[in-house]
């Protein structure tokens, strides 16, 4: 006897553009470093962004602006680390930003094709919508993440070892219908 997983299909919510609350919104970061051995746990402030939701899956959209600069993990010389020349580069690059190019849904659920565009690179990534929800009319609730991305692809070549290659991101975030 063989099971199968069922893909939950999200419903869509109201037609229409909404703004990335970014008081509301956070980027979760988590990697490993020291070779594998240690955890880290971070995160980074939604700037701005926008959700578009067309009539159908298909014809929604979204775009979000990341402060590079915002990395924070609890940990002053980490931090500054990583925000520094041979990591994120936040003096030349103080934002990342995403860009969408698909929604769909397919075996794994439904899907965010993008264009993440950080250290001067532009790399295609897929998020997993995890849910989505409409607690009001004028306001969306987005769960997302981002798994097992590789800084090299980002151009983010340096502290080899002592910095994960791979690492996760987890979106929470709130957004509100713009007027019109």
Same mark, same amino acid.
């Given at each position: 006897?063989?099971?199968?997983?069922?893909?939950?299909?999200?419903?869509? /919510?109201?037609? $229409?553009?909404?703004?990335?609350?970014?008081? +509301?919104?956070?980027?979760?970061?988590?990697?490993? =470093?020291?070779?594998?051995?240690?955890?880290?746990?971070?995160?980074?402030? +939604?700037?701005?962004? +926008?959700?578009?939701?067309?009539?159908?899956?298909?014809?929604?959209?979204?775009?979000?602006?990341?402060?590079?600069?915002?990395? @924070?993990?609890? @940990?002053?010389?980490?931090?500054?680390?990583?925000?520094?020349?041979?990591?994120?580069?936040?003096?030349?690059? /103080?934002?990342?930003?995403?860009?969408?190019?698909?929604?769909?849904?397919?075996?794994? $659920?439904?899907? +965010?094709?993008?264009?993440?565009?950080?250290?001067?690179?532009?790399?295609?990534?897929?998020?997993?919508?995890?849910?989505?929800?409409? /607690?009001?009319?004028?306001?969306? =609730?987005?769960?997302?993440?981002?798994? =097992?991305?590789?800084?090299?692809?980002?151009?983010?070549?340096?502290?080899? $070892?002592?910095? $994960?290659?791979y690492f996760d991101l987890a979106f929470d975030v709130v957004a509100v219908?713009?007027? @019109?």
């Open positions: 006897m063989t099971s199968q997983s069922a893909i939950e299909v999200l419903a869509i /919510p109201d037609a $229409g553009t909404y703004r990335i609350d970014s008081e +509301l919104s956070n980027v979760t970061y988590s990697s490993r =470093h020291m070779f594998g051995l240690g955890k880290v746990h971070a995160g980074f402030r +939604l700037v701005s962004g +926008l959700l578009e939701v067309g009539l159908s899956l298909g014809e929604s959209k979204a775009s979000a602006t990341i402060d590079a600069a915002s990395f @924070s993990s609890n @940990s002053a010389k980490r931090d500054a680390d990583v925000k520094g020349a041979s990591l994120l580069d936040v003096a030349r690059y /103080p934002r990342i930003g995403f860009t969408s190019t698909d929604v769909r849904t397919d075996g794994r $659920g439904t899907m +965010l094709a993008g264009i993440v565009a950080m250290h001067g690179v532009e790399t295609p990534v897929e998020v997993a919508v995890v849910s989505w929800e409409a /607690p009001t009319s004028d306001k969306l =609730h987005v769960l997302a993440r981002a798994t =097992h991305l590789d800084r090299h692809a980002f151009g983010i070549t340096g502290s080899r $070892g002592l910095v $994960g290659r219908r713009a007027e @019109s």
